[in-house]
């Protein structure tokens, strides 16, 4: 059963360049540079044969541009000359194993990017691993691992089904604003007494900022 995802469900392509342009960089940043090239080149026909400077000037304000840029018009020219096209519409039928196989291949796309076109773009059970989910799910001590990608692997087969979108966008929300990287906000915390991070006594007795403005933009929902 798909997920119901506000608005229309975005396309495949558009899904793995957002995620490839959220990588080391805040949402809305991201959203800014998705827009800059949607607005430069029209189509991702047209990026794939853009000039690589071009590309980079375009997506420069979500950092790591040269690196994007070289990965992003990679990604299309082989995905062209591949499926003759880019229009990947035909995947809805690849099962999630033949879609990870395929993206997986292309330098600069991981298991989370991939997660993510399952989740967003297709409406798949899948859960992607951010440095948010990584980090409250290790505090929590619902696992103890070292990297987004071996939380991934611990926690993908025990999420009850059709629980998994709900489950990584509200870590996300709450790993912004509460369980902050620096400084949570374990005072203020409703999971304080389920919580196993050895820290949380010192960050409890902190002062709450003033500014706790809510962060919940989430590039995905809004492409
Ligand atoms: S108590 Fe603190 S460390 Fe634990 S989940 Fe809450 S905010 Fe995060």
Partial sequence: MPYEISGDRPEILDVLIATKLSQNTTDKSSFRAFTNLKEKYGSWEKTADADLRSIRNAIKVCGLADTKAKEIKSLLKNLRKKFGSLDLEFMHDYSNGKIYGEFLSHKGFGVKTVSCVLIFAMGRDAFPVDTHVHRTLNRLGIVRTSSAEKTYESVKDIIPKGKKYELHSNLIKFGRNICKAKNPLCGVCFLYRQ?????????????TPADTTENNFIILENI
């Fill in 195 to 207: 919580c196993r991070f050895e820290d949380k006594i010192k960050f409890r007795e902190k002062d």
